[in-house]
């Protein structure tokens, strides 16, 4: 059988970290996955929960915030436990084995503060899209400038 997760994607919220009755570290985070499609309920993104142990749990809590960029490698665990109202709740997570930071804080605070920026100014930068009529006919002059029909191709030049 095989069991390995391996993701990349942004913390939803501060992680936190916690001790077990025997003093061992475990930090629990949210990981956003974008997705490249929307779902029929127009969600764009995958929201999965990690647990991280040990010292690595130690250092994403001291190391990680919201918004932080991770990649993370582990196993997909579930779980069920008896609420304070005595239903049975299901719980499917990452158990992660090790986590990567894939962005420093600066750069983290930088993007943070860019993306705040522009909602405070209501300006949200767009890549400008050409007119497609005027786009295809600026490709096919291109195209038509730079071809040279001054060669021939013979059936045994080409390879298959």
Do not use: H
């Amino acid at each position: 059988m095989i069991n390995r997760v391996v993701m990349v994607g942004r913390m939803t919220r501060d992680p936190e970290l916690r001790r077990t009755g025997n003093g061992v570290a475990v930090t629990s985070f949210t990981l956003a996955l974008n997705r490249n499609y929307n779902s029929a309920d127009g969600q764009q993104a995958d929201y999965i929960s990690c647990v991280v142990w040990n010292k690595v749990a130690e250092n994403v809590a001291q190391y990680c915030a919201k918004g932080s960029l991770v990649g993370v490698e582990g196993r997909l665990r579930s779980r069920s436990y008896d609420n304070a109202q005595g239903q049975r709740v299901y719980v499917t997570e990452v158990v992660c084995d090790s986590v990567q930071f894939l962005e420093t804080r600066a750069q983290r605070e930088r993007n943070q503060s860019s993306m705040n920026q522009g909602m405070m100014n209501n300006q949200y930068s767009q890549p400008a899209q050409p007119q497609t009529d005027n786009f295809q006919d600026m490709q096919t002059v291109e195209l038509e400038k730079d071809f040279d029909n001054s060669f021939n191709i013979m059936e045994d030049d080409i390879q298959f």
